[in-house]
């Protein structure tokens, strides 16, 4: 898989220990692209460091519910799950800002985070169980189009919202689900969700469920649990 100018074909080529960007609710997926407003000096320094080696960062969000940390420490519990991203568009704002834009490798399990004297967070990593990210069309086939498809115009029937059919329609399955899962608006642990989903063909039943739940509770259709 070729992300900018690099080229990812095995586990082994991604690296075992990264910074990482802890954001809540951000979601990054294999081959999609997640735009970045990065103005935090600590993030700052991250990014200035990162171009000046592979260009890759972890993004993860904090750790959520029950037994997540006081929100209002400033380094909080991660998820065990997140992406690796590579920074392949990178402009200065001339007010201290960058505003860059990652491109999806792969996901990866936080094996532990690391001491560092830097301002931002390091984490050891393991890609081995999602190297199945790196191949492109894995499950491609899988993927119930129709049922996305309909759940995704019952959202914007739900919404009085209008989408550009005319790319849905030309996209790929792999395509059309990431970008529909991480453009959704929907809460941390439904993003969690969708990230962790083994496969693209799980990522996209799990995006109709959420989906379709959501277009219910709208609706005041949701099933009374008993």
């Not at 979601?27 to 990065?38: D, G, Q, S, Y």
């Not at 999602?130 to 069309?137: R, V």
């Amino acid at each position: 898989m070729r992300i900018g100018n690099a080229l990812y074909e095995t586990v082994d080529e991604i690296p075992s220990i990264v910074p990482v960007f802890p954001l809540s609710g951000a979601l990054l997926l294999p081959r999609a692209h997640l735009p970045l407003n990065i103005f935090e000096p600590r993030y700052v320094k991250m990014i200035d460091d990162v171009m000046a080696g592979d260009r890759v960062i972890g993004m993860v969000q904090p750790r959520f519910g029950a037994d997540a940390d006081d929100e209002s420490v400033e380094e909080p519990a991660l998820c065990q799950v997140g992406a690796l991203g590579r920074i392949v568009s990178y402009q200065e704002s001339g007010d201290g800002r960058y505003l860059i834009q990652l491109g999806g490798v792969c996901r990866f399990t936080v094996l532990e985070e690391l001491p560092t004297p830097l301002p931002y967070r390091k984490c050891r990593i393991s890609a081995e169980r999602f190297k199945s990210d790196l191949l492109t069309d894995a499950c491609e086939a899988d993927v119930d189009r129709d049922a996305l498809i309909r759940a995704f115009q019952s959202y914007l029937d739900a919404n009085d919202l209008e989408a550009d059919w005319k790319s849905v329609r030309s996209a790929s399955n792999e395509a059309l689900v990431n970008t529909l899962a991480m453009m959704s608006p929907y809460g941390p642990a439904e993003k969690q969700a969708l990230l962790e989903a083994p496969d693209l063909a799980a990522r996209a039943a799990t995006l109709v469920a959420i989906t379709e739940m959501e277009v219910a509770r709208q609706s005041g259709d949701e099933p009374v649990l008993n």
